[in-house]
C-alpha cells in the first residue's frame, strides 16, 4: 500500500505556463509541488478558464520550445507553453515562397 503525504511548501517549484494567440498573450506564473507534470500546470493555471476555446487534448505542450509529452514532470523555473495548432504546412508554404521567388527571378526582377 502506498501513502501519499502533503507536500510541504519547501518542496514547491515555480514554473511559468503561456499561450499565445496573434493579438493576445499570457503569462501565468505559478508555485506547484514538486512531481507535477506539465498538464497538471496547465490545468492548475487557470489558462483553460482563460481561453475557453482551448482544447488542451488537440494541443501539444513544450517546455522552451522543445515539445515535450504532457507527462513530463516540471522542473523550477520551467515554463510550459501550449502550442495551437499550425494553420498551413510548414513546408508547403517554404515550398510555394521558393515557387514564387523562381518565377520574380525569371522575370527580370
Not at 11 to 17: A, C, H, L, R
Not at 42 to 56: A, K, N, Q, W
Amino acid at each position: 500500500m502506498v501513502v501519499e503525504f502533503e507536500r510541504s511548501a519547501t518542496e514547491m517549484i515555480e514554473v511559468e505556463v503561456a499561450y499565445a494567440l496573434p493579438e493576445r498573450q499570457t503569462l501565468l506564473r505559478l508555485k506547484v509541488p514538486i512531481g507535477t507534470t506539465a498538464e497538471q500546470a496547465v490545468r492548475r493555471s487557470g489558462v483553460l478558464e482563460h481561453y475557453p476555446e482551448l482544447d488542451l487534448s488537440a494541443s501539444k505542450l513544450g517546455i522552451f520550445a522543445k515539445v515535450v509529452p504532457p507527462q513530463r514532470e516540471l522542473r523550477e523555473g520551467d515554463r510550459v507553453e501550449i502550442y495551437r495548432p499550425l494553420i498551413a504546412d510548414p513546408k508547403a508554404v517554404r515550398q510555394k515562397r521558393a515557387e514564387e521567388g523562381k518565377k520574380l527571378k525569371k522575370g527580370g526582377g
